[in-house]
């Protein structure tokens, strides 16, 4: 009975506790969710934005030219699923300030760029102004897919900006990247080829030393063949030497020489 009471207690202490820890929970959540609806509603305006720019078809304004550069990267090798650098420099020589709204590129085969591989990452500038007569540069940073297979493509990248109004792009960069694995420059295939040859090495060198072995080993029989003939024939001597046998086959010997 005092076991019960005590138990019974000990519930009622406890159960406002129970309460708060469960508010507190159900506040969490409900904050937890808001936050994501609020994420999930501004990643969507603005991939929105990113698509619009990215299905606008325009053309150069005149006056603005473009280059690009990838620092110390002469060779443009681009790690699968790594960040790359790409710097693009604008020069406005026109007579109205060019205000820069973002940097968009995509991967291509080398053979057809109908074939698009992949969209890379567009990144914006908020209509970065830059006056008339003067060159700014920006930095674009994307990453390829890490699925995608190490090798040759094309790479075209647009930034696209403003005059007076008026949405205008360029192309800073068409030309060949070289994709390779992430972690290094060798590919899958080069370390199993690689390996490959080593294997096929390490056997050529097993079997040519098997050949050797067994080439040793029937020089040592023969050898072994002569020497027991020599010693027998020795040995005989030394019995029948004294012997009327041994007087008269020295005896044959003698007159065979004469």
């Known amino acids: ?9 000990l519930l009622l202490l406890a159960s406002p506790l129970l309460q708060v820890a469960r508010c507190q929970v159900d506040a969490e959540d409900h904050s937890s969710i808001v936050d994501d609806v609020v994420g999930e509603h501004s990643d969507s305006g603005a991939e929105e934005d990113d698509q619009d720019l990215d299905n606008i078809n325009l053309t150069s304004a005149p006056g603005v030219e473009t280059v690009s550069v990838f620092p110390k990267n002469s060779a443009k090798v681009v790690p699968a699923g790594e960040e790359t ?16 709204m973002g ?31 003067v060159q700014a540069t ?22 696209i900006y403003d005059v007076e109004g008026k949405p205008y792009q360029s192309v ?23 390996t490959l040859g080593i294997a096929l090495l390490l056997l050529l060198g097993l079997w040519a030393y098997s050949q ?35 007087k008269t086959l020295s005896g044959k010997s003698k007159s065979k020489k004469n």
Not at 86 to 97: E, F, M, R
Not at 106 to 119: C, E, F, T
Not at 138 to 149: C, M
Not at 227 to 233: K, L, M, P
């Open 1 to 9: 009975m005092n076991v019960r009471v005590l138990f019974l207690a």
């Open 212 to 246: 050797v072995q067994r080439l040793t080993k029937k020089t040592k029989k023969v050898s072994k063949v002569e020497v027991g003939t020599r010693s027998t024939d020795a040995s005989m001597d030394e019995w029948l030497e004294g012997t009327h046998l041994a």
């Open 172 to 194: 800073f960069y068409n030309g060949t990247i070289e994709v390779v694995e992430s972690g290094g420059l060798l590919s899958g295939e080069s370390v199993f080829l690689i």
């Open 103 to 133: 940097i968009r590129a995509s991967v291509h085969l080398p053979y057809d760029h109908k074939l698009l591989v992949q969209n890379l990452t567009m990144m914006r500038y908020n209509n970065a102004s830059i006056p008339t007569s």
């Open 138 to 159: 920006f930095p674009y940073i994307f990453a390829v897919s890490q699925y995608l297979q190490p090798g040759a493509f094309d790479l075209v990248g647009y930034i």
């Open 85 to 100: 650098e790409l710097l693009v420099a604008i020069k406005n020589d026109g007579k109205s300030h060019v205000g820069v």
